[in-house]
């Protein structure tokens, strides 16, 4: 059974000047153990197709409609209130973007945890607090027993990001949604908490569903990929592929676009023009406009999610199944 | 040989007892792109404040052009204010959302007074189109505008008074991986248009390394390598260097591998070792202290300088 | 800790100080003394002897320490309005219905202002929501004399349901408090609405929820603790009130208390009473905003536990 499975998801949220349409039938899947990374510019609705399958939007002013959407075996959209906390936090667990202000300030790291495990778990707050302690180590801070103590002001982003994830993972979900986990921290901190994040997935085969901007996360971290733009999916493949011969004029423009990657200065290439605004889509294909490939037909109609070769689909009417290399 | 654009000699800031600057030196030289890196709590971004005189320093020297500006009043400052400009991060809370990008842009021609209204009119034309934006953008509001399209302005209003030197403030992490491309390249342009120097704070090294000259990477308040851009690729001495480098992402999945990360005491440890012989100038001071010493290629690193080296 | 509240103290007293310096020059700046009043004009020679018997023909400064000392030793003089008791004995006869008034009306007006301002929160946009804004409102801007005639004529004339006004039985007190009530509760509404509003918008309640949390652990468990702190900040304002007496609605029901006091100690310019009545408010605010400041210390952890980051 699949861990998630999320078929033409829909979001649109009504706001006093009109609809924003921030995801345009969206469909994705995690299989168990996998690890899934859905790369996205801003407005490209990445994260909020995550927080649609947790239901953590509210709604209204957000609307949402899929043909489903399923965590493990709870239907997302037809479950209960109480049904919906049951699956949160034990079923998939999340890791947001800040860490500085994802924590109450006025509880301590101990109790934010141990409430967590309380909530799923039928355990008394002492032994709540041992398994928090537990948790604290799993992510490898040193005196842990100290920080349980600690409130978040008196913690750094990184030292924050490894409690959130030891909250997230102290009552072992199946899968762990980490929403750019890493963007707020320092270069170095974000490559330990990645080779954290990857050796924790490792250890415990539990699902992966990473979200960032961030090609090169994409790269260290995920098996498979699901390229979003303008709320929609342009590719889905497995990494090597995606960046060693992606199919959509979109991924490849954004892999061309990469500053850094080959040495000295130079003119980069880049992607005229700005993300569509969710309030106003194109017409067609949202790449459109600044597509290097265009022709009249990318406006007429949005070009459909087909599969080209295998494991590899890519929405764009100018990727003939039969050019893709082996 | 002139003089560099931009040069700090010696700059410290103290808070209380925490020194957040300690002693930097850099130069930038005309028409040079020169890049501050560190992560936070480097000191990097206070160095560009610092340089701009947005804060003032404890001691130490700045030199715009050759001209010491390091104490002189804020009413001296004014006129060394067209050479010397400024792009932040957040290009959302730099603009004035209640003025139009044309007055934000016009602005700095009217505080300093340059030209009548017409002229000030076409100037703004003049530099919207220069970093890519229409004239008749003139009209709208920051809040119309993308991330991208904001940093354009940002930009425009920094050179419309003809400023010879930019201090950049990260001003491409808050933007998407391919408007960065847009605004390094526009930045480029510039540079070969106008003879642009630049002081580029960053934390993020790819970025660098397609726009920098010349890199300065600090830690803690102190310089701990400077080199020319491809050097510090490809040759770093510096164990915090090594470690900014290696925590790069690798935009190859094939190449992925499982790192090991030093912590802050144990990179201090490892400060790297150098025989008199190593170096290209006599060290400044004799101490056993590390220090800041010459390397061939213009590159220099914090060392220790010891008869006994590795 | 001990520090904060030792240093607060001391800035107490020189606030104390200060204010009866500049209540003191204010009260003697309005021209004319207590025997200026009168219809029947007293003879120049009975006035003056009067005027040197009280010690008011004595250079101010003198006045000002002689009455500052007996302050020292808790004696606040005897009022020229009555002169056969102490400032003492009037005050301590006059303030309990003061405080029994402001006291329940505040008991009474802030919970049920919390409550509406707390349920508008959770409920936006909904008729609730709007009641509790016209409410606020109402409350705020219609002035407490008319919402006491109000009062009478529905509770007192036309339903008959309570006695119009007096003190002697409780039975009395109902309309009064409910009048002194309409402040509180209106200023708590809007404040708890806003700072509810506050919290529940704080990105750590989505990561609640996405802990799993029922949405009424997530209410009363952690938006409430949040949004408490800010709430506990203005009611110390609201409590001094309640010494002060609400001049208006104790003339309206005829409550004996100091209401009356502060308006006829100026008029009459009683100014033992007036020093007295002015000095006991500056005491009572400062102590009241020492109580919150510490309140607040304590609820909110970033002041309790200080320190950086780690």
């Known amino acids: ?326 | 040989m002139t003089a560099p654009a931009l040069e700090l000699r010696k700059i410290t800031k103290r808070f209380g007892d925490f020194c957040a600057v300690n002693q930097v030196d850099l130069a930038v030289p005309r028409n040079r792109v020169v890049a501050l890196v560190g992560e936070s709590g480097s000191g990097k971004t206070t160095t560009g404040l610092l340089a701009l005189r947005l804060i003032e320093a404890t001691s130490g020297q700045i030199l715009l052009d050759g001209h010491d500006i390091s104490r002189i009043g804020q009413k001296e400052m004014k006129p060394y204010r067209r050479q010397l400009q400024v792009v932040f991060q957040d290009s959302y809370s730099s603009l004035d959302p209640m003025m139009t990008l044309g007055k934000i842009v016009g602005e700095p021609l009217q505080i300093h007074g340059v030209g009548s209204s017409a002229e000030q009119r076409d100037q703004v034309q003049v530099w919207l189109e220069k970093v890519g934006l229409d004239g008749s953008y003139a009209n709208r509001y920051p809040h119309e505008l993308s991330g991208g399209q904001r940093q354009r302005v940002a930009v425009a209003r920094a050179l419309i008074l003809g400023a010879s030197v930019l201090v950049a403030d990260e001003p491409t992490s808050a933007l998407d991986v391919s408007v960065k491309a847009q605004i390094v390249n526009l930045l480029q342009e510039l540079q070969a248009d106008i003879g642009l120097s630049m002081l580029f704070v960053s934390h993020d090294l790819s970025v660098v390394r397609s726009l920098a000259d010349e890199v300065v990477v600090m830690l803690r308040g102190r310089v701990v390598e400077r080199a020319p851009t491809d050097r510090i690729f490809t040759d770093a001495r510096h164990p915090y260097t090594h470690a900014l480098l290696d925590a790069m992402p690798v935009i190859d999945p094939k190449a992925r591998r499982r790192r090991t990360f030093l912590s802050a005491d144990e990179i201090a440890a490892r400060t790297p070792r150098l025989h008199p012989s190593d170096l290209v100038a006599e060290p400044l001071s004799d101490s056993a202290e590390p220090q800041l010493v010459a390397l061939a290629g213009s590159h220099f690193v914090e060392a220790i300088v010891t008869e006994h080296a590795a | 800790m001990t520090g904060f509240i030792i240093r607060r103290v001391i800035s107490m007293l020189v606030t104390f100080i200060v204010v009866s310096i500049i209540i003191f020059l204010m009260m003697h700046s309005i021209p004319g003394g207590p025997f200026d009043g009168y219809d029947m004009p007293l003879p120049d020679d009975v006035k003056a002897r009067l005027m040197a018997t009280l010690g008011l023909d004595k250079p101010l400064w003198e006045q000002y320490v002689r009455y500052m000392w007996g302050v020292l030793h808790f004696d606040f003089g005897v009022p020229y309005q009555s002169p056969g008791e102490s400032v003492i004995s009037l005050v301590a006869h006059a303030w309990l219905p003061s405080v029994t008034l402001g006291g329940l009306g505040i008991l009474v007006g802030a919970p049920l202002g919390i409550l509406l301002g707390m349920a508008a929160a959770l409920r936006r946009n909904s008729w609730i929501d709007y009641i509790a804004s016209a409410v606020a409102t109402l409350g705020l801007t219609i002035p407490v004399f008319i919402i006491s005639t109000g009062l009478i004529l529905v509770f007192a004339v036309w339903l008959k349901w309570t006695p119009a006004s007096g003190w002697g039985e409780p039975r009395r007190w109902i309309l009064p408090i409910l009048a002194y009530a309409a402040v509180p509760l209106a200023t708590y509404a809007r404040y708890a609405r806003s700072t509810m509003l506050d919290a529940l918008n704080k990105p750590f309640v989505s990561v609640l929820r996405a802990k799993g949390l029922s949405e009424r652990q997530v209410i009363f468990q952690h938006v409430l603790r949040n949004a408490a702190i800010p709430m506990v900040t203005i009611f110390p304002a609201m409590f001094v009130g309640i010494a002060t007496g609400s001049i208006f609605v104790e003339a309206m029901f005829r409550v004996p208390g100091l209401g009356a006091y502060f308006v006829s100690s100026i008029n009459k310019r009683d100014y033992p009473l007036e020093m007295a009545l002015m000095l006991m408010i500056s005491a009572l605010y400062s102590v009241s905003y020492l109580i919150a400041d510490i309140l607040y210390a304590v609820l909110n952890p970033r002041i309790r536990v200080g320190g950086g980051r780690r």
């Open chain 1, 1 to 326: 059974m699949r861990l998630v499975e999320i078929d033409d998801l829909q979001v649109t949220f009504s706001q006093h000047d009109g609809l924003v349409q921030a995801v345009r039938g969206v469909s994705l899947h995690l299989e168990a153990g996998e690890s899934l990374g859905i790369v996205g510019e801003s407005g490209s609705g990445k994260s909020v197709t995550c927080s649609a399958l947790l239901r953590l939007l509210r709604e209204p002013p957000a609307k949402i409609a899929a043909r489903a959407m399923k965590l493990g075996d709870t239907d997302m959209l037809g479950a209960s209130r109480q049904e919906i906390s049951a699956v949160r936090g034990r079923v998939a667990a999340m890791v947001f973007q800040d860490p500085m202000t994802s924590l109450d300030p006025v509880f301590t790291i101990g109790h934010q945890i141990a409430e967590t495990i309380m909530t799923h778990r039928k355990v008394g707050r002492k032994q709540a607090l041992a398994q928090a302690l537990e948790a604290l180590r799993r992510v490898e801070i040193k005196n842990a027993d100290v920080v349980l103590k600690y409130y978040p002001h008196q913690l750094s982003g990184g030292m924050l990001q490894r409690v959130m994830i030891a909250m997230a993972l102290s009552c072992e979900p199946d899968v762990l949604i980490a929403d750019e986990p890493t963007t707020a921290l320092d270069v170095t901190i974000q490559a330990q908490i990645l080779q954290l994040i990857k050796d924790i997935q490792a250890e415990t085969g539990m699902g992966l569903i990473m979200i960032t901007h961030d090609l090169g996360v994409i790269a260290e971290t995920v098996d498979r990929v699901v390229v979003l733009y303008g709320g929609k999916v342009m590719e889905t493949g497995p990494v090597n592929d995606i960046f060693a011969s992606p199919l959509h004029p979109y991924t490849k423009a954004l892999l061309n676009s990469i500053p850094g990657q080959v040495a000295g200065k130079r003119r980069l290439t880049e992607i005229p023009g700005a993300s569509p605004n969710p309030a106003h889509p194109p017409a067609g294909c949202p790449f459109h406009p600044r597509c290097p490939m265009a022709i009249a037909a990318c406006q007429q109609a949005t070009p459909p999610l087909e599969t080209k070769a295998d494991g590899r689909e890519a929405a764009c009417i100018r990727v003939a199944p039969e050019l893709v290399p082996a």
